[in-house]
């Protein structure tokens, strides 16, 4: 901001100074002219008290002296009057130009200050085009060197849209985290403090649809250089900006004004689920439990489901563990059979009051509900169209 501040510092604007200057000028004298028409009120005033004691005096005192001094008073009161309003007039038209002559100033000096923004990142940016060239023989190298199938680390959850099914880092990941924490090591603050999933290792690119900037990609697109990511990503945007503030489309004010809104992804509140052993929460503030059987799919609250998951109850079904499991159980129905029974709170796992409800008083913990919402007081009164079979996903 004071880097800003600094760059809007200029020679200060002669039309603005000589209307200053105008002003200046006016208000000093329809000061001196208010004082004159307040000594000649107070003239008049005397004259007449003057007159007052001539026309009661027994002597033949002439009263004409101050019956002039009065009317030449009173003339200079209405002059001064009538200077004052004319001067008055002058001020407003010389305080209009001048808040005209100002605004144009700001629009002038602001437009000019992001247009000097703009080739300054992009003269800098071109900089680091240049720098990062031997970089990119490097990681060349690195990458090169690193066989695909050496298992050097586990990348746990990786961000959407990465192209790797296996367990173990690719050599691409591996010199994208490489490069990530050179980056890191030298200029901290290019990265957020708190990030989600452990990404805060890996590189991210501004998504380049229609250079509106994001969070992740929508579909492939080709990285720009340093220089043509800069003129899309900042030089454009402000010299359109500066633009706008020359013909008065935008906002003069530049601090704290965003040049364009980044897209916000909407948090996860749910996971989709595979269930591998029958389990069991409690749904409302009735205490009833909500049943799952093994070999189901199910979407559920993301508290839920991560308990689930860590107590090895279900699956991600976007996970390739989820996805094998529950194509083998698709398999394992061909050649099976299942037989109806009903499902009990007995032959669940419970996961117990995951989303911390005040249950009412007299709530009944027995209460159940089935997977399509359907409950009642009796535990064992659930009956699925057919029961589940038993299924280990680690058969496979």
Request: proline share 5%; net charge negative.
């Given at each position: ?14 039309e ?11 208000t000093?004298?329809?000061?001196d002219i208010?004082?004159r028409?307040a000594?000649a009120v107070?003239a008049?005033?005397e ?14 005192t002439s ?21 004052v309003?004319e ?17 144009a ?30 970089v ?11 066989p ?16 790797e ?8 990941e ?7 924490e050179?980056i ?12 989600n999933?452990?990404?805060?290792n ?14 992740r ?10 220089s ?6 900042v030089?454009d ?35 989709d689920?595979f ?17 799952h059987?093994?070999g ?39 050649t ?18 995951i ?5 009412e ?13 359907r ?8 009956k699925?169209a ?10 496979d």
């Amino acid at each position: 901001m004071n880097r800003l501040k600094n760059m809007i510092k200029r020679p200060k604007n002669t039309e603005i100074s000589a209307i200053e200057d105008e002003v200046l000028t006016l208000t000093t004298k329809r000061t001196d002219i208010v004082a004159r028409r307040a000594a000649a009120v107070k003239a008049a005033d005397e004259a007449r008290e003057q007159r007052k004691i001539a026309l009661i005096d027994s002597s033949e005192t002439s009263i004409d002296p101050f019956n002039d001094e009065i009317t030449r008073q009173e003339g200079v009161v209405g002059t001064c009057d009538s200077v004052v309003a004319e001067i008055d007039q002058m001020l407003a038209a010389a305080r209009l130009r001048l808040e005209a002559a100002r605004s144009a100033d700001l629009r002038a000096k602001n437009a000019t200050t992001l247009e000097e923004v703009a080739t300054t990142v992009e003269k800098h940016a071109g900089e680091l085009e240049v720098a990062l060239k031997p970089v990119a023989a490097i990681l060349a190298k690195i990458r090169k060197a690193l066989p695909e199938n050496v298992a050097i680390y586990n990348p746990a959850n990786r961000p959407e849209g990465r192209t790797e099914k296996n367990h173990h880092a690719s050599s691409r990941e591996i010199v994208s985290a490489l490069l990530a924490e050179a980056i890191a090591h030298v200029a901290p603050d290019t990265f957020d403090e708190e990030t989600n999933y452990k990404r805060e290792n890996a590189l991210f690119r501004v998504v380049v649809d229609e250079w509106e900037p994001g969070v992740r990609f929508r579909e492939r697109r080709d990285p720009s250089s340093a220089s043509a990511a800069a003129r899309l990503l900042v030089g454009d945007r402000l010299r359109q900006r500066a633009t706008a503030i020359r013909d008065g489309k935008a906002p003069a004010e530049i601090h704290g004004t965003p040049i364009y809104v980044p897209s916000v992804d909407v948090p996860q509140t749910s996971i989709d689920l595979f269930v591998v052993k029958n389990f069991s929460y409690i749904k409302d503030r009735l205490g009833r439990y909500e049943l799952h059987a093994q070999g189901s799919t199910a979407v559920l609250d993301v508290k839920i489901a991560t308990v689930a998951i860590e107590k090895g109850f279900a699956l991600r079904l976007d996970s390739d563990e989820g996805r094998q499991a529950y194509d083998a159980h698709l398999e394992n129905l061909k050649t099976y059979q299942p037989w109806n029974s009903s499902l009990s709170t007995d032959e669940c796992e419970p996961l117990g009051n995951i989303l911390n409800f005040e249950l009412e008083e007299g709530s009944n913990p027995l209460q159940i509900s089935s997977e399509r919402g359907r409950h009642t007081a009796e535990p064992s009164a659930i009956k699925p169209a057919r029961r589940i079979p038993e299924f280990s996903w680690e058969d496979d």
